[in-house]
T-cell receptor
Framework: GAVVSQHPSRVICKSGTSVKIECRSL??????MFWYRQFPKQSLMLMAT?????????EQGVEKDKFLINHASLTLSTLTVTSAHPEDSSFYIC?????????????FGPGTRLTVT | GNSVTQMEGPVTLSEEAFLTINCTYT??????LFWYVQYPGEGLQLLLK?????DKGSNKGFEATYRKETTSFHLEKGSVQVSDSAVYFC????????????FGGGTRVLVKP
């Protein structure tokens, strides 16, 4: 089946530092990956759509200079939280969609718990 | 725009009880419908899906039927187990909208032995 991994699974960083989260599709190529943020006991909020070889498309209200997304290959997308602050603490989830998919199904990574102290 | 509304939880059940989670949607275009499940501490997993009207998705004893006339995709399971305790998300995607997933708010289900 389609497997998506994320690394790290948990990270604690100090306020003002930057953190990079990796999302990999392990057994398929993904021209499109998505980054979500999930607050405790809430639904997923789409942050941006990452397209291989082009700039990410950010959802309204998401700061693109703060949440840098790079999709350098068909199996890897990275999210960098720059100058992190405690309010950036959250559960970040990525997903990937195979290029052959026509129905919108996405395969999700296990998530990364970011804590900013 | 596209939106998904599902019943708020938490839903607390005893083992072997019948589970229903209601989900309704609005969509511009013809959506595909999904149920995703999130077990504690994990990411989302696809539970089942349906891509056209009257299709029934099923998996692990769960079922949901795509009802275009009522714009609904209710999730059901006849006999739940403790291991079904999780958060369930109803979602839709529309090809014309780039196939982004639009999620409902999630329903937390707790099954007690």
């Amino acid at each position: 089946g389609a497997v998506v991994s994320q690394h790290p699974s948990r990270v604690i960083c100090k306020s003002g530092t930057s953190v990079k989260i990796e999302c990999r599709s392990l057994d398929f190529q993904a021209t499109t990956m998505f980054w979500y943020r999930q607050f405790p006991k809430q639904s997923l909020m789409l942050m941006a759509t990452s397209n291989e070889g082009s700039k990410a498309t950010y959802e309204q209200g998401v700061e693109k200079d703060k949440f840098l997304i790079n999709h350098a290959s068909l199996t890897l997308s990275t999210l960098t939280v720059t100058s992190a602050h405690p309010e950036d603490s959250s559960f970040y989830i990525c997903s990937a969609r195979p290029p052959s998919d026509r129905e919108g199904e996405q395969y999700f990574g296990p998530g990364t718990r970011l804590t900013v102290t | 725009g596209n939106s998904v509304t599902q019943m708020e939880g938490p839903v607390t059940l005893s083992e072997e009880a019948f589970l229903t989670i209601n989900c309704t949607y609005t969509a511009t275009g013809y959506p595909s419908l999904f149920w995703y499940v999130q077990y504690p501490g994990e990411g989302l997993q696809l539970l089942l899906k349906a891509t056209k009207a009257d299709d029934k998705g099923s998996n692990k004893g769960f079922e949901a039927t795509y009802r275009k006339e009522t714009t609904s995709f209710h999730l059901e399971k006849g006999s739940v187990q403790v291991s079904d305790s999780a958060v369930y998300f109803c979602a839709l995607s529309v090809r014309a909208a780039g196939n982004k997933l639009t999620f409902g708010g999630g329903t937390r289900v707790l099954v007690k032995p």
